[in-house]
């Protein structure tokens, strides 16, 4: 009797642990959408200011320190003390779209964010040694909905990541590269003005 009970309340906790993983994922992808739709209908005007690496960056290690590790993946910010020129929500948004996905799609191995000086300008690098992505993909992956082949493990997502990245990129007038070899990972960069400590 004793076992059945517990065989019970395990098929119990499974199913809620599914119920609120879908409500999430449903949540996540209404949450995309509305941020893709506001961005599309130029709802969405950008306060650019002086922001500081080093503090965006020590909450994004705190935010995502926790899902990398619970996968498995060594996730390094490397700290710094430039200041560049952007909106600060919209920046966060990219970034944790990028770290995301950098973590999603690497299996093991490790996610590197940091900055690069660049002149007068300063290039953030989010370098994941995951799956990569091949050639003729590089450009759909932008697009709405799309996501590539994943793995049985893999996190349910929207496929418009990539797509907000690109367009909160343009709204920002921050350039945006990528640079990826199947197999040994990928390079997502956004450049963007260097700016004077506030």
């Not at 949540?27 to 690496?53: D, M, Q, T, W």
């Not at 960056?57 to 498995?72: H, I, M, N, S, Y």
């Not at 992505?133 to 990541?161: H, K, S």
Request: hydrophobic share 45%; net charge neutral.
């Amino acid at each position: 009797l004793k076992e059945e009970e517990d065989a019970e309340a395990g098929q119990v906790r499974a199913l809620a642990d599914n119920a609120d993983r879908s409500i999430e994922s449903a949540h996540g992808l209404l949450r995309a959408l509305l941020n893709l739709s506001r961005l599309e209908a130029g709802g969405v005007k950008p306060s650019v200011g002086a922001l500081s690496v080093r503090a965006m960056f020590d909450d994004l290690r705190r935010e995502f320190t926790p899902v990398a590790a619970a996968k498995g993946v060594r996730l390094t910010i490397v700290p710094s003390d430039l200041w560049i020129a952007s909106d600060r929500d919209l920046l966060r948004s990219l970034l944790q779209n990028l770290i995301g996905n950098a973590v999603r799609y690497t299996d093991r191995g490790a996610v590197l964010v940091g900055v690069r000086r660049m002149g007068n300008r300063v290039r953030v690098d989010v370098i994941d040694s995951g799956r990569g992505i091949p050639p003729d993909q590089q450009e759909a992956i932008f697009g709405e909905f799309t996501r590539l082949p994943g793995m049985g493990g893999d996190e349910i997502g929207a496929g418009l990541g990539l797509a907000i990245v690109r367009r909160v990129a343009g709204l920002l007038d921050h350039r945006l590269t990528l640079e990826s070899e199947v197999g040994r990972g990928s390079c997502f960069g956004v450049e963007l003005p260097r700016a004077a400590p506030a």
